[in-house]
């Protein structure tokens, strides 16, 4: 019996099943730079809420950050949108057409 290198369909609930729904969530809405107070608006939670999400995706990699003034702005690494585009039906990412 060998091993099969060829990997599954991608999954749009894979994503969600490994990190968490509000941590797929946070992982979808950071294309852009964005602070926690707007992150939490856009998902209906509060900003401690946010916070709390953002340690894991920001300790493995997955979510850079940096300080802008008073706010701390967040973003996917290259590493989260490889796992983003990755997730999503036939590995397109979000506004692109084939």
């Known amino acids: 019996m060998g091993f099969n290198e060829s990997a ?5 609930t894979a994503l969600a099943a490994l990190l968490g729904a509000p941590r797929a969530t946070l992982l979808g809405l950071l294309e852009e730079p964005s602070p926690t107070v707007e992150l939490a608006r856009r998902m209906g939670v509060t900003p401690n809420a946010v916070s709390q999400h953002l340690r894991v995706p920001y300790g493995t990699g997955l979510v850079t950050r940096v300080r ?22 036939y590995g397109r990412r979000a506004g692109r057409r084939r």
Request: charged share 30%.
């Open 68 to 89: 802008d003034g008073r706010h701390v702005l967040y973003r996917r690494s290259p590493l989260g949108d490889r796992l983003v585009a990755f997730s999503r039906p």
């Open 8 to 12: 599954p369909p991608p999954d749009a």
